[in-house]
């Protein structure tokens, strides 16, 4: 092969692993770029309870995080996967356990409104006032996504009526400015207010 040749491959090769070495400190989340996590938090983000329990078997945490660092309870409360939170509270999960941002499980379906999930958690000692991102307690989120089924799980847990948000503000104050009759209805039955 000729020295020039030689000389325009080898410069090329030069640029290619220069590209790649500033590829590496470039600041990516492993999801967006679709690269697998581990056995466990695969079969979480699927709902797959057989695969889950074969990673368990295989040596997994029930507790493990995925690359960026949310709780295998987590994702599973997030993605709604009823039987694979079952699985992992009957199996040692941490129940407050929370993501990078604050999240837990009972945060996530406060929002989404899965009542049967929440019972799940509570039933097995969520802390009905463990606070989520930006500071807002379980019954602040449910109330503001209007979520009536979990504001009555929360009241029955024994939740804090007078939690408050960033701004002050009380669940029974945003559903009376939302005019959410039925949750204003149900927080002051329970002695929201008083």
Known sequence: MPQKTLRKRFAQLSQALLLLGSLAFWPVSAHAVNIPDNPLIDATLKGDVYKMHQATL????????DRDFTPALVLAARGGFY??????????????ARARDGTTA????????????????LRAGANPDQVGRQQDAP???????????????LVQYKADLEATDLTGRTALDMAEERHYN?????????????
């Open 106 to 121: 009972l945060s996530h379906v406060a929002f989404s409104g899965r009542a049967d999930i929440a019972e799940l958690l």
């Open 182 to 194: 039925d949750l204003v209805s149900v927080l002051r039955s329970a002695g929201a207010g008083q």
């Open 58 to 65: 295989s040596g997994q945490s029930v507790n493990q995080t």
């Open 139 to 153: 019954i602040l989120i449910a109330t503001r996504a209007r979520n009536t089924q979990i504001v009555k799980l």
């Open 83 to 96: 039987d694979a939170v079952q699985y992992l509270l009957a199996n040692g999960a941490k129940v407050d």
